[in-house]
């Protein structure tokens, strides 16, 4: 079981980096290699945008690498998303991608182009508070798809996004299939009346509207609304799923956060 | 000249209609009334979302109402915009509906419908350090259309957007045919990353890309980036323009400030 970590939007801090590499060696079920473009900077980002893509397609292609898990959030998958799943090679299938938040760009995209996707924790998690725990868990997922790591909802096909994400993805190439699939979401950072406008944006696509349903995942470090927006995030969810006739399936085990689980994206019904 | 001001998002403050009324007074050559609805509050919004689509459809259907003029920005007109552009009373046609930021949903969707919107200064802005001349020059425009408050660089159909609403209205029912117009936009209030983000969804939409042109208004309060996001919003503009294929027009005199300039919606190609 080999994982290869690169980073596609902002660097991995070197301390994670350790961390984890001392968390696999004292397993030793698994070998981990750290692409050294996870290091490098660019302004917002861990290296230009064709140093990333180069790091990220050279392990898709490499057919020695079983996971590409991906370093971190932040921000800048986006820009290479749509490079990354093209004119794939034979060895990007057969091999797992994990990550969440900013990597949905990714995600979407490789799960589109029929690549084997999953939502979960990712290095730079480590630093967290309970971080370790969360480093294991996506490790005993990668390493032997142990079930108790799995989101405990899933009972079907599934995806989970970032919301945010997940609103900027609609409509460009990386759109992916949503038909038939339970959606779950989570956020992070961001004032309500925002999170009402994404739900309002996202809950408008035809494409999210054929979803099995829509499930929250946890809404951490919210900033101020002013005034107050009187409603918390799941009262807003449930109203833009009632309006959109998208069932709401209630709350996700999934978010920025040590406790977050695993979510392998499925099909739905096509 | 009959001027009604309604709020589909936020509530007006007092002073703001205080200080607007006693600029329209000294003029004279205007009548303004300030809808009650302006003043009503629930959560974050100026009432209830029924209220304050109705207060909005009554002075649409109002005969004698010259102009609906937007309260002030905020959030909330994106979730009564689809029901306000619905089954249009006559008097609906034939006069004007100016304001800027979150009114571009209602912008959107009462263009679409085939109403006469324009981009520019509403009441709250008087508020604002130089506010009064922005609110003189809405005035200006509203009463007697003067040149002078024209954004400087129209040529041709054009709109303007608040490029984060812009974003979030894709695909949504509100969303109206961009074939052949100039486009302008700006925004407040975002890191730099976001609209990098922002401009990555926007451009990606096939519509977007049948703008004659995109031009830049001016990007304000820009929220600290960390770390620095290493280019300015306009080489992010630009950066965008270029992989979609979209003109860059260069920048535009409109934005979240005393200069803000007026930009009447026009028809493209269609």
Not at 44 to 58: K, M, N, S, T, Y
Not at 203 to 219: F, H, Q, Y
Not at 231 to 243: G, L, N, S
Request: hydrophobic content about 45%; aromatic content about 6%.
């Amino acid at each position: 079981m080999r994982i290869d970590v690169v980073a596609p939007s902002c660097p991995l801090k070197r301390d994670a980096a350790e961390r984890v590499s001392a968390i696999v060696a004292e397993r030793g079920d698994c070998e981990l290699i750290i692409h050294p473009q996870c290091f490098l900077s660019a302004g917002h980002f861990a290296g230009p945008d064709d140093a990333r893509l180069a790091a990220l397609r050279e392990v898709m292609a490499d057919p020695s690498v079983d996971v590409v898990w991906i370093a971190r959030g932040g921000y800048g998958s986006n820009r290479i998303a749509e490079a990354a799943a093209a004119d794939l090679p034979a060895a990007a299938s057969g091999k797992a991608y994990l990550g969440y938040s900013d990597a949905g760009f990714l995600h979407a995209a490789f799960h589109k182009a029929g690549l084997d996707v999953a939502w979960g924790p990712m290095p730079q998690d480590v630093l967290r508070s309970g971080g370790e725990a969360a480093v294991q868990r996506a490790l005993d997922w990668m390493v032997r798809r142990d079930p108790a790591t799995l989101e405990p909802g899933l009972g079907g096909p599934a995806m989970a996004f970032n919301l945010t994400v997940l609103s900027n993805l609609l409509g460009t190439p990386l759109e992916p299939d949503f038909d038939g699939v339970d959606l779950l979401v989570e956020d992070i950072g961001e004032q309500l009346y925002r999170t009402d406008r994404t739900m309002f944006h996202v809950t408008a696509s035809e494409n999210i509207r054929k979803v099995r349903r829509l499930r929250l995942g946890r809404v951490s470090d919210i900033l101020p609304n002013d005034p107050d927006f009187a409603v918390d995030e799941a009262a807003i969810v449930e109203h833009w799923c009632k309006r959109s006739g998208i069932p709401f399936g209630g709350r996700a085990d999934i978010g920025h956060d040590a406790q977050n689980k695993i979510v392998p994206f499925t099909r739905g019904n096509r």
